[in-house]
């Protein structure tokens, strides 16, 4: 990025999370932990042999899993381009941002849907006309779907701290996030992918070791179900902590961007 090193926001965002954890970490854990320990224990696992999640009641905890994770977002975002407030502010203000966050959300989830759409007729089109194998037709979409979704994906990295900081419309927001983020695809797709790797990698060590660990230590305390409860309740905390700092890290991402000069 011209003009900006990931270093230095890396630098500047972890000093920020150190220095305001008593104000960001409350939050993370209301906001992104409360909606990962409500989504491990209502959503079911996936049932063999097609590891499909079987539809239920279960879906009408996304809603409240949404709302907590946009109110997490804006809130974080508004603390880590407004210092000087507090948590109640920042929690205060997330909620008078949600209708437009949630109607953000819409319009994003609109462009992806209707990418897959574009994909899925160009390929169906294609296949009546090559006669293309059924498993060679999904692979075919994806190749499809994949490029332009990572180059929607990454105009929509600072949508979030572009609402939380200057409170435009949803329009507003779109021109505005997507605007600041030319001439910057690169890194934001490397520091999107290193974010995504970094994120699994930690979710598999703490399935396999210290959940592990967790599981036996109650079956052998006599508790079987003790255990799975446990892990979801790590993978929450550690959700809380990890989506807080990325959080941050946009909207940290964003004010170098935004301000090159600093805030006027």
Same mark, same amino acid.
């Given at each position: 990025?011209?003009?900006? +090193?990931?270093d230095e926001v890396w630098d500047d965002a972890r000093g920020f999370f150190v220095r305001e954890r008593a104000l960001v970490l409350p939050i993370g854990f209301a906001t992104f932990g409360l909606a990962a320990l409500l989504g491990? =224990?209502?959503?079911?696992?996936?049932?063999?042999?097609?590891?499909?999640i079987p539809p239920g009641p279960w879906v009408f905890a996304l809603v409240p899993i949404l709302l907590l994770i946009l109110?997490?977002? !804006? +809130? !974080? +975002?508004?603390?880590?381009?407004r210092p000087r407030i507090s948590v109640a502010e920042g929690l205060r203000d997330a909620l008078r941002l949600l209708p437009r966050g949630i109607g953000l959300l819409f319009a994003m989830g609109a462009v992806?849907?209707?990418l897959s759409l574009v994909?899925?007729?160009f390929v169906g089109l294609l296949s009546v006309v090559a006669g293309i194998a059924q498993q060679a037709m999904l692979?075919?979409?994806?190749a499809v779907f994949a490029p332009p979704a990572v180059v929607v994906s990454i105009r929509f990295a600072l949508l979030w701290p572009t609402l939380a900081d200057q409170e435009g419309t949803i329009r507003e927001t779109f021109i505005r996030g997507v605007a600041i983020t030319r001439g910057h695809?690169?890194?934001?797709?490397? @520091?999107? @992918?290193?974010?995504?790797?970094?994120?699994? !990698? !930690?979710?598999? $060590?703490?399935?396999?070791?210290?959940?592990? $660990?967790?599981?036996?230590?109650?079956?052998?305390?006599?508790?079987?179900?003790l255990g799975p409860l =446990?892990?979801?309740?790590l993978l929450a905390a550690f959700n809380a902590i990890y989506m807080s700092f990325w959080t941050i890290f946009l909207a940290r991402l964003y004010a170098r961007l935004a301000w090159p000069q600093g805030r006027g």
């Open positions: 990025m011209a003009g900006v +090193s990931i491990g =224990l209502v959503v079911p696992a996936p049932e063999p042999p097609a590891k499909e109110t997490g977002y !804006l +809130s !974080l +975002s508004r603390i880590a381009l992806m849907v209707g994909a899925g007729i692979l075919l979409a994806l695809a690169v890194k934001i797709l490397g @520091v999107l @992918v290193a974010y995504l790797m970094l994120y699994l !990698l !930690l979710v598999a $060590v703490l399935e396999s070791a210290l959940g592990l $660990v967790l599981i036996v230590i109650s079956r052998m305390a006599g508790l079987p179900a =446990l892990v979801t309740v």
